[in-house]
């Protein structure tokens, strides 16, 4: 009697799953067709296990030009029921970095025809399960701010994801002025990306580091990730132990969980400090390198 019922609840259990996955894929959007294509999709490689640590793709590009293989995606004209999944680990991952001189955000935008008015991209030609809000607190700081959107942009499409960037800004008074309260800036640049869309992951960024390495996934882990653990600046190495600033990955169910970043700390930094207590896990430091961006 014990083992029926146990076998009775296993059944259940399993329908309510499958009930959820299919719930979530339409959600998303996607039809019966994508839910049962998402069931029988190939499992990754072991190497494609960790969601941080991708095989580089070679594509024999120029590697001077964080823009060059991204001409190679185009719309397909399919509905997106149809669109086939992304690859667990997209082709077009490379390592990339360029500092151009006299960068306009008109140029940004040129470069980015595919990213829609808000900052939100999704792939043309495959659809993907990971949905990405990078969250930017911005106090006046315009030129890191173009140089990070030009490198951001290319970086995360090349990496297949459905993204949008929320840049957060504190009015900056040039008479005497606030001083600058991240995470107050960080619980706001949050709400506001979760009343957009139900993303997945959230990742926290410095709007002066630029990430080096594509191999460095923008997606979360099951726990709490501090994502840039080698800076240049640093020798690549964290400055401190502890350290937890930079890039920061959470769930949306994780912030819920600490309740968000402390908002009275005003000036740069102590507000990482204060969660560093929180179980977190540091990321691959061969792979999450990111280059400290200096303009004066």
Request: charged share 15%; aromatic share 14%; hydrophobic share 40%.
């Amino acid at each position: 009697m014990e083992q029926q019922r146990g076998l009775l609840l296993l059944f259940l259990g399993v329908q309510l799953l499958l009930v959820g996955m299919f719930l979530y894929q339409n959600h998303r959007g996607q039809g019966f067709t994508s839910f049962l294509r998402f069931l029988i999709q190939a499992k990754p490689e072991e190497a494609e296990g960790l969601p941080f640590l991708a095989q580089v793709a070679s594509a024999g590009l120029p590697s001077w030009d964080v823009y060059s293989n991204l001409s190679q995606i185009h719309p397909m004209d399919l509905s997106d029921e149809d669109l086939p999944n992304c690859p667990a680990i997209s082709p077009y991952i490379s390592k990339l970095v360029m500092i151009p001189e006299n960068l306009t955000m008109e140029q940004v935008v040129e470069k980015n025809p595919l990213v829609e008015l808000g900052g939100q991209y999704w792939p043309p030609d495959c659809w993907t399960h990971h949905h990405t809000a990078v969250v930017v607190p911005y106090y006046g700081q315009a030129r890191h701010l173009q140089h990070l959107l030009f490198h951001l942009h290319p970086f995360l499409q090349r990496q297949q994801l459905h993204y949008g960037i929320y840049v957060v800004n504190q009015v900056w008074q040039e008479w005497g002025g606030t001083a600058f309260n991240r995470g107050k800036l960080r619980n706001v640049g949050f709400w506001e990306a979760m009343q957009d869309e139900d993303w997945d992951c959230v990742f926290f960024h410095d709007v002066n580091l630029l990430p080096e390495d594509d191999r460095n996934l923008y997606i979360c882990d099951i726990f709490p990730a501090h994502v840039a653990v080698a800076i240049d600046k640093f020798n690549y190495k964290l400055p401190y132990r502890g350290y937890l600033g930079g890039v920061f990955a959470l769930r949306p169910i994780h912030y819920l969980r600490i309740n968000g970043f402390p908002s009275t700390h005003w000036g740069w930094g102590r507000e990482d400090d204060d969660i560093a207590l929180i179980p977190s896990s540091q990321q691959p430091h061969e792979v999450t390198t990111y280059y400290l961006y200096f303009y004066t």
